[in-house]
């Protein structure tokens, strides 16, 4: 079921498919939810899997004013949404990528009655300290103004060049150009938007709230993205009921570069009792 709703005077599109608990899934900058198209029908099997375009993204819509996707702003917007899909209430498993990691773990540590389980792909609590902050609002603000000036398609190309898709040359070519489609199809007022209010510079610093985060999480890194790596490892020994998976022969988007392997990771932890542990899959 494709639909859109209305929640704090803002259109969000969302998807439902399959019957069971519910399951949402949140992509990563730049996505949509059809990033998870080719999950849906798996996970559809076991869950109530629920699809949204985040703000700025997708068919969402994409507001002119930056202050509208603080973190704290669409983390309302997501709850508003799930008040209105998951009609009975049920306790949501929540997945994120990058990005959408970000917000799930914002979601999770702020309104964690809401939630059962957290997946986290490739994501992280943001930067801790003041001045790294600064910095980083500082190139995501050069970045949304070079999305303004040259539009969506030249900075399409300049962020597919960017090292952290590298490990991305292994994938056919068909999987390049659907991903360069939706990419393409994003709104540039939304991008912008998007990296002024909730990128990494802006949003606040999660590693506080890690200790006291009780939720079972599963945190999910591809072994050739040394840099979240690291950082989830950190998260590991900080996060109470937590276990790291590492993916082999995968990048920062698991779930394109090692699809099985995602797959089976996130059926594995909903369905079986939860265990702290280090994995190395193939």
Not at 259 to 271: D, E, G, K, M, N
Request: aromatic share 8%.
């Amino acid at each position: 079921m494709m639909t859109n709703v209305i929640v704090n005077d803002t259109i969000y599109f969302y998807e439902v498919t399959g019957q069971g608990d519910p399951l949402l899934l949140l992509h990563g900058f730049t996505g949509s939810s059809q990033n998870w198209a080719a999950h849906v029908p798996i996970l559809a099997q076991h869950y109530r899997v629920i699809t949204l375009d985040i703000l700025g993204h997708g068919q969402t819509d994409s507001p002119t004013d930056p202050a509208r996707y603080r973190m704290d702003k669409v983390a309302e917007d997501v709850t508003a949404v799930l008040q209105i899909v998951n009609c009975q209430l049920s306790i949501v498993n929540l997945l994120g990528y990058s990005m959408g990691g970000r917000l799930a773990l914002y979601l999770a540590t702020h309104y964690p009655h809401r939630f059962r389980a957290l997946i986290l792909e490739s994501a992280s609590p943001g930067l801790d300290g003041k001045p790294a902050r600064a910095e980083r609002r500082t190139r995501d603000n050069a970045l949304a103004e070079r999305i303004e000036r040259d539009g969506i398609a030249p900075f399409v190309d300049y962020w597919e060049t960017l090292p952290l898709w590298a490990s991305q040359q292994q994938l056919p070519p068909e999987k390049h150009t659907a991903l360069r489609q939706q990419r393409l199809a994003n709104n540039p007022i939304g991008l912008a938007s998007s990296l002024r209010g909730m990128g990494t510079g802006a949003q606040p610093s999660l590693w506080p709230h890690l200790p006291a985060l009780t939720l079972p999480t599963l945190l999910l890194a591809g072994e050739l993205d040394a840099k979240f790596v690291a950082i989830n490892q950190q998260m590991h020994a900080l996060l109470p009921s937590s276990q790291l998976e590492i993916v082999a022969g995968a990048g920062h988007t698991v779930h394109l570069e090692r699809p099985y392997s995602f797959q089976q990771a996130i059926l594995t932890f909903l369905a079986t009792p939860f265990a702290t542990s280090i994995v190395q899959t193939s």
